[in-house]
């Protein structure tokens, strides 16, 4: 028992010893900025790169910071609404993506039903998918349309589909494509069968979903409110002169550093606790 121990004990040294001195090329590589150019991706923003949307949002609190320190001539004050502009654009592609997710979310059982029409019509997996691109949704089109003359071009069709589901950039695009291509692989005279039972639960789902989001939706209107409010009073104080000053002063700075921590953080607490559980793209 004691060799036993002393084994399992060596080797798990040995294991932490290996991945602290992984090489790089062992290691894996992050891409810089992957995140944020998988978001711009969801919320349909493919010609914008992270380095322009940081661009864009440093250009924005520099507009607006020039702005409110040509207006009220505070410095304090025009710096909060500068770092609140910087993130309006972040907020944006955010809102953009959040949405883009849930109208497709209402597509892809169109999609799914499509398949199986041209399934049993005769066509093959790869025709029916590239048919979408001319009778599915027209969100859609493109990307299939996309996969279409890629496929006609390479005749490679597992490779086809990764360019499919890079380009949709859809947590249930994932499952989908995964699930026709495990279809394909494993062949058989199921897959009508399997197309309709996946197109009754992206339907289920999607229900569900859109009950939920609609409950939900007073949390968040009520967390905008209670952050907004503080400072659209601070707006209107910003008409007296005798306000701008007392801001201006250390103590005044404070505050407003203060209550920009406490809203930011006030914020996030109430949109984590109402939230939904948000799809992942683990099928990568």
């Given at each position: 028992?004691?060799?036993?121990?002393?084994?399992?004990?060596?080797?798990?040294?040995?294991l932490?010893?290996?991945?602290?001195?992984?090489?790089?090329?062992?290691r894996p590589r992050k891409?810089?900025?992957e995140?944020?150019?998988e978001?711009?991706?969801q919320a349909?923003?493919p010609?914008i790169?992270?380095?322009?949307?940081?661009g864009?949002?440093?250009?924005?609190?520099?507009?607006?910071?020039?702005?409110?320190?040509?207006?009220t001539?505070?410095?304090?004050?025009?710096?909060?609404?500068?770092?609140?502009?910087?993130?309006?654009?972040?907020l944006?592609v955010s809102r953009?993506?959040?949405?883009?997710?849930?109208?497709?979310?209402?597509?892809?059982?169109?999609?799914?039903d499509?398949l199986?029409?041209g399934?049993?019509?005769?066509?093959?997996?790869?025709?029916?998918?590239a048919?979408i691109?001319?009778?599915?949704?027209?969100?859609?089109?493109?990307?299939?349309?996309?996969?279409?003359?890629d496929?006609?071009?390479?005749?490679?069709?597992?490779?086809?589909l990764d360019?499919?589901?890079?380009?949709?950039?859809?947590?249930?695009?994932?499952?989908v494509?995964?699930?026709l291509?495990?279809a394909r692989?494993?062949?058989?005279t199921?897959?009508?069968?399997?197309?309709?039972?996946?197109?009754?639960?992206?339907?289920?789902?999607a229900?569900?979903?859109?009950?939920?989001?609609?409950?939900?939706?007073?949390?968040?209107?009520?967390a905008?409110?209670a952050?907004?409010?503080?400072w659209?009073?601070l707006?209107?104080?910003a008409t007296?002169r005798?306000?701008?000053?007392?801001?201006?002063t250390?103590?005044?700075?404070?505050i407003?550093?203060?209550?920009?921590?406490l809203?930011?953080?006030?914020?996030?607490?109430?949109?984590?606790?109402?939230?939904?559980?948000?799809?992942r793209?683990?099928?990568?």
């Open positions: 028992m004691g060799a036993f121990l002393g084994l399992m004990l060596g080797v798990g040294l040995l932490i010893w290996h991945g602290l001195s992984a090489t790089e090329s062992t891409v810089p900025f995140r944020t150019r978001h711009l991706l349909g923003l010609g790169s992270p380095v322009q949307l940081f864009l949002q440093a250009l924005s609190a520099v507009l607006v910071g020039l702005l409110g320190l040509t207006l001539q505070s410095v304090s004050v025009s710096l909060i609404f500068a770092i609140f502009a910087a993130a309006v654009p972040a944006m953009l993506r959040h949405k883009r997710q849930a109208d497709l979310r209402e597509l892809w059982p169109e999609v799914v499509n199986t029409s399934v049993r019509a005769g066509l093959s997996l790869p025709e029916a998918l048919a691109g001319d009778r599915g949704p027209e969100q859609l089109r493109d990307p299939f349309k996309q996969f279409g003359a496929y006609r071009t390479t005749g490679r069709f597992n490779d086809s360019r499919l589901k890079a380009t949709l950039a859809d947590p249930v695009g994932d499952r494509i995964e699930s291509r495990v692989e494993v062949g058989g199921d897959l009508g069968r399997l197309l309709s039972t996946l197109s009754g639960f992206l339907r289920d789902d229900r569900t979903r859109a009950e939920l989001l609609a409950r939900q939706s007073w949390s968040v209107n009520a905008r409110m952050v907004a409010a503080p659209l009073v707006i209107l104080l007296q005798e306000t701008l000053q007392a801001y201006d250390p103590t005044g700075t404070v407003l550093i203060a209550g920009a921590v809203s930011f953080i006030a914020y996030r607490l109430m949109i984590r606790i109402g939230r939904l559980p948000e799809d793209r683990v099928l990568r």
